[in-house]
């Protein structure tokens, strides 16, 4: 499968988003993709193609803890990895707190 480019779109928008200088490129080389969910900006890279996998990270970690896992199974699997609100590319809407009771959907 070719790579894709470093080319970021925001979803709902189809604006382009910048990423911070601190993220490796060549480490962190997939698209990335944003999209704003209840006043958060939620950032997800979706590779691949095939059954889909979504790929979930822990705290305090982000989607970049499943680069190698995406690389090795986007030629069988379409493999989606998103941050949560307040990690990793992901931004929290105001006040939003971001221990995992508020970020938990049963919280």
Same mark, same amino acid.
């Given at each position: 499968?070719?790579?894709?480019?470093?080319?970021?779109?925001?979803?709902?928008?189809?604006?382009?988003?910048?990423r911070?200088?601190?993220?490796?490129?060549?480490?962190?080389?997939?698209?990335? %993709?944003?999209?704003?969910?209840?006043?958060?900006?939620?950032?997800?890279?979706?590779?691949?193609?095939?059954?889909?996998l979504?790929?979930?990270h822990?705290?305090?970690?982000?989607?970049?803890?499943?680069r190698?896992?995406?690389?090795?199974? %986007?030629?069988?699997?379409?493999?989606?990895?998103?941050?949560?609100?307040?990690?990793?590319l992901?931004?929290? %809407?105001?006040?939003?707190?971001?221990?995992?009771?508020?970020?938990?959907?049963?919280?």
């Amino acid at each position: 499968m070719p790579e894709r480019s470093n080319t970021e779109v925001m979803a709902d928008t189809k604006m382009p988003v910048g990423r911070p200088a601190w993220v490796d490129a060549e480490l962190f080389h997939f698209q990335s %993709r944003f999209v704003n969910i209840d006043g958060h900006t939620v950032h997800y890279v979706d590779e691949g193609s095939g059954p889909t996998l979504l790929l979930l990270h822990g705290n305090p970690t982000w989607s970049f803890v499943c680069r190698d896992v995406i690389r090795t199974l %986007r030629d069988e699997f379409r493999c989606i990895a998103l941050d949560n609100p307040g990690f990793g590319l992901s931004t929290a %809407r105001p006040r939003a707190g971001i221990e995992p009771r508020a970020t938990s959907p049963e919280a």
